[in-house]
């Protein structure tokens, strides 16, 4: 078979979709289409496969193709030894997997010089056949016949057999499978304390002495022992259920046919038990603990993916002029206030708190910028001194003349804005602006706008994720840039206003010409029209293509600039605005008249009812965002540390971050809550993600409070009770102990990303979070 056909089939079959459908897609993308551009404007094309569909598309075709280049390695070493049979090049062309490919070249791979290899140029592979013909016969007695100078006594002559065999058996692929899947159904995951470590890894105590099936460990208990595993704290094995421990040598002997319960018989019974203690059994748990780290490490990417793409959408407050505080102590307080387009405007650092304690000219100052600036938006970052900082803010508002207009206030996060403050983009910005000040900058303008402000950091810099630090680091960067271009491809693009660094993930676009289009802005003024971009240096007409149905032109000379209609299909726009008997701007956003409009009748070469349908909903709502309505959670007045929650307390807040156990949520005492998987619905839920996204405002009951430990136990259901409540109803609350109990390791901080010192994904948060 064809291996792009091949590819093709495999896709369609991950992806619930038809061949064809993948086979078009990919001559798109090897065409250099991106997925946004695919998904938007080539339905016709692929049979309206979506993003998300063609994300995994994207990753699965990189694997299918590496794997058909070592299929096409493995059948050319075979055939250059002359050993490739019809039988065999089948099995090859029907394997599914890489690790079912190595399986089957194992018997034809270079080797070292191996003792089965010593035992047959010694003349006893006659010896091992012999014994495996006759299951009755005395193995001693058959052995003595094949004793020679190099083999001068009957025990090494049935070792070199027995050599022989558990090389046969290792290399035999159909039963590697089927031990494969066995483990895959039986295997337990034990860690045990190394002597001597248990100070050193106290973070990890909860896997001091811990088993669990390999197939159901979740993706932070993993990745929490294979983290102390490689410190050298606990030690990780693979092996079967103690129940069923002999089972695999049986399934050994079994592949050798045996009859009966002869001397013969029962010496082969004894190799099998060998070959699986000493060969197999290792090899196989390695295999299991590679899947193991895999699987693990694609759901922490995931859940980091999902959390990014939560946080860009988060909903924008809008174009108006913001003062953006990154709250300190000993340091200051830094400020910076910004105009409706995020124009720097004025930047000051106040005391207000210890050792200077200017709390006066601290409030002078900022009700200053505040009246100088006609602020409408007050962005505090939720660091160290957060609280206080807005205590401070609130005291201000009250001091506003009568009639004056009250900003609103917002805790925005403040992960990534020291990295940007430092980074070579912000220099570009800022050259003549303090590092320091440079992060109030960057709180303020995340408020008006997350996404255009977030596509300056580095996305593993956010810190949404869990055990970031210990995924494979290209594979999540790959993931994380495709969730960023696919956020802000959704969104669109205001092509005069927008940044280089947000220019730079348009579809078609990158860096290079993202600056560049920069420059000619700079030096031409505002573009009037989407066609104007092809007057940019190096902007050809295929970037053009791919780039200008997700560029916005506000007030322009074309009216379908403002819209995510692509230029190529401008006359079919025009066409039903002409059957709406009016012109273009007034047809725009009217719903009533477009409803009249069959799309059937505008069909056209290349042009069918996807992009007719996607046309009509896009005048209707010309420039729709898509992201939801701007809102904020309101703190609690006196409830500013850990120490002033009271389990009982009913609190908003905002989540932070979600993880496979549950999610984090932010209510203002500068330590994330946590809300288990089984307190964030009056339901079963299995995916936290059904339930809420990091930016969801949601209200809470605290139901415990550790002060010691900083963990703060919280409950979405309806019926949630305090811990000690619901205990002395006899019903505690087993879901948050255990969630608590599994974290107890080490983890990388949701907040700022950065290794942490604590254990597990749960116990990560509720540390230390800067």
Not at 2 to 13: M, V, W
Not at 97 to 115: G, I, M, S, V
Not at 481 to 488: K, N, R, T, Y
Not at 691 to 699: R, S
Request: glycine share 8%; with cysteine; aromatic share 4%.
């Amino acid at each position: 078979m064809d291996p792009e056909l091949r590819i093709s089939r495999q896709i369609a079959s991950d992806i619930s979709a038809r061949p064809e459908q993948v086979v078009a897609a990919v001559k798109l993308l090897d065409e250099g289409a991106t997925v946004p551009f695919v998904a938007r404007y080539r339905k016709e094309a692929t049979g309206g496969l979506d993003d998300t569909q063609l994300r995994l598309l994207s990753d699965r075709l990189i694997y299918l193709r590496d794997m058909e280049t070592r299929r096409a390695a493995i059948v050319k070493s075979i055939a250059e030894q002359g050993k490739l049979g019809d039988d065999l090049a089948l099995q090859i062309a029907r394997a599914q997997t890489k690790a079912e490919l190595e399986d089957l070249y194992l018997p034809y791979k270079k080797k070292r010089r191996t003792k089965a290899m010593i035992a047959r140029e010694n003349g006893l592979e006659p010896l091992l056949d012999a014994i495996l013909a006759d299951h009755g016969a005395d193995p001693e007695t058959v052995a003595a016949a094949y004793l020679n100078e190099a083999v001068p006594t009957v025990k090494e002559a049935l070792t070199g057999a027995r050599d022989i065999l558990g090389e046969r058996l290792t290399e035999d692929a159909a039963l590697l499978g089927r031990l494969r899947d066995w483990m895959h159904q039986n295997a337990v995951l034990r860690a045990k304390l190394v002597d001597g470590q248990a100070d050193k890894g106290a973070k990890f105590s909860d896997y001091f002495d811990h088993s669990e099936k390999w197939q159901t460990a979740p993706s932070h208990r993993a990745l929490a022992m294979l983290r102390a595993s490689n410190e050298g704290v606990i030690t990780l094995d693979i092996l079967p259920e103690e129940a069923v421990a002999d089972r695999p040598a049986e399934m050994i002997a079994a592949s050798l046919n045996l009859r009966g319960h002869g001397a013969g018989a029962h010496w082969l019974r004894q190799a099998a038990a060998w070959t699986w203690r000493v060969k197999l059994s290792l090899s196989m748990m390695l295999d299991l603990l590679g899947d193991l780290r895999t699987r693990a490490q694609e759901e922490a990417i995931s859940v980091f993916a999902r959390n990014l793409k939560d946080l860009l959408l988060a909903a924008p407050a809008g174009a108006r002029a913001t003062l953006g505080l990154d709250p300190g102590i000993r340091t200051g307080v830094k400020v910076a206030a910004i105009d409706a387009t995020g124009k720097l405007l004025e930047s000051a650092t106040i005391y207000p708190f210890q050792p200077k304690n200017d709390l006066r000219g601290a409030e002078a100052a900022l009700l200053a910028l505040m009246m100088k600036h006609k602020i409408e938006l007050i962005a505090i970052g939720n660091g160290t001194a957060s609280r206080e900082t807005e205590r401070l803010v609130l005291d201000v508002l009250k001091r506003l003349p009568k009639g004056q207009p009250v900003p609103t206030k917002v805790i925005v996060s403040e992960a990534g804005a020291s990295v940007y403050s430092a980074s070579e983009l912000a220099a570009r910005e800022f050259p003549d602006l303090d590092v320091s000040l440079r992060g109030a900058v960057s709180i303020a303008r995340r408020l008006q706008d997350p996404l255009a402000e977030l596509v300056k950091i580095e996305p593993k810099s956010i810190g949404v994720g869990q055990y970031q630090h210990d995924v494979d680091q290209h594979r999540l960067g790959r993931s994380l840039e495709g969730v960023v271009e696919d956020a802000v491809n959704a969104v669109g693009v205001d092509l005069n206003t927008a940044s280089a660094a947000l220019l730079s993930h348009v579809s078609g676009l990158g860096p290079a010409l993202a600056e560049a289009i920069v420059s000619h802005r700079e030096t031409n003024g505002a573009f009037s029209a989407r066609k104007d971009l092809l007057k940019v240096a190096r902007l050809g007409p295929r970037a053009f293509e791919q780039a200008a149905g997700f560029l916005r032109i506000r007030d322009g000379k074309e009216p379908l600039d403002a819209s995510a209609v692509h230029p190529e299909a401008y006359d079919i726009a025009r066409d039903i605005v002409k059957a709406c008997g009016r012109d273009l701007r007034s047809v725009m956003g009217n719903e009533a008249a477009l409803r009249m409009i069959r799309a059937e009748d505008f069909l056209r070469d290349g042009f069918g009812l996807p992009t007719i349908h996607d046309i009509l909903a896009e005048l209707q709502k010309p420039g729709r965002d898509p992201r939801p309505d701007f809102k904020t959670a309101s703190f609690a007045d006196g409830v500013e540390e850990i120490s002033d929650l009271r389990p009982g307390m009913r609190l908003e807040g905002t989540v932070t971050n979600v993880a496979a156990f549950g999610a984090f949520v932010d209510i203002g005492v500068h330590q994330d809550g946590l809300v288990h998987v089984s307190q964030l619905a009056d339901r079963f839920v299995k995916d936290p993600h059904e339930v809420v996204k990091a930016g969801d405002v949601v209200k809470v009951m605290v139901t415990e409070v550790d002060i010691a430990r900083k963990r703060i136990g919280l409950s979405m259901r309806r019926d949630a009770k305090p811990a000690a409540a619901a205990a002395k109803e006899g019903k505690p609350a087993r879901d948050q102990q255990n969630a608590y109990r599994s974290r107890k390791g080490t983890g990388d901080s949701p907040k700022t990303g950065s290794t942490g010192a604590l254990g597990s994904a749960l116990a990560e948060a509720f540390g230390k979070r800067k």
